[in-house]
């Protein structure tokens, strides 16, 4: 396996198995998917005190208040 496809394995939607959109987009720049992962899981994982859903419902709140339709 390349690099590209190991950092998929690492991004796999649990419900689809598969990589969603917005990730994939970095599939030209693999450098850049690895940096795009490190930020969500430092950002999802390293917030002591919250609940794994609570974290995904501030993600929601601030993608909706952003615009974004992730």
Same mark, same amino acid.
């Given at each position: @396996?390349?690099?590209? %496809?190991?950092?998929? %394995?690492? &991004? *796999?939607?649990?419900?689809? +198995?598969?990589?969603?959109?917005? *990730?994939?987009?970095?599939?030209?720049?693999?450098?850049?998917?690895?940096?795009?992962?490190?930020?969500?899981?430092?950002? @999802?994982?390293?917030?002591?005190? *919250?609940?794994? %859903?609570?974290?995904? @419902?501030?993600?929601?709140?601030?993608?909706? %208040? +952003?615009? &974004?339709?992730?």
């Amino acid at each position: @396996m390349g690099e590209l %496809a190991d950092l998929y %394995a690492q &991004c *796999l939607d649990p419900g689809s +198995n598969k990589v969603d959109h917005v *990730l994939r987009v970095h599939s030209l720049h693999p450098a850049g998917l690895a940096a795009h992962l490190a930020v969500y899981q430092a950002s @999802m994982q390293s917030t002591k005190g *919250l609940r794994k %859903a609570d974290r995904e @419902m501030v993600a929601i709140v601030v993608s909706k %208040a +952003n615009g &974004c339709h992730y």
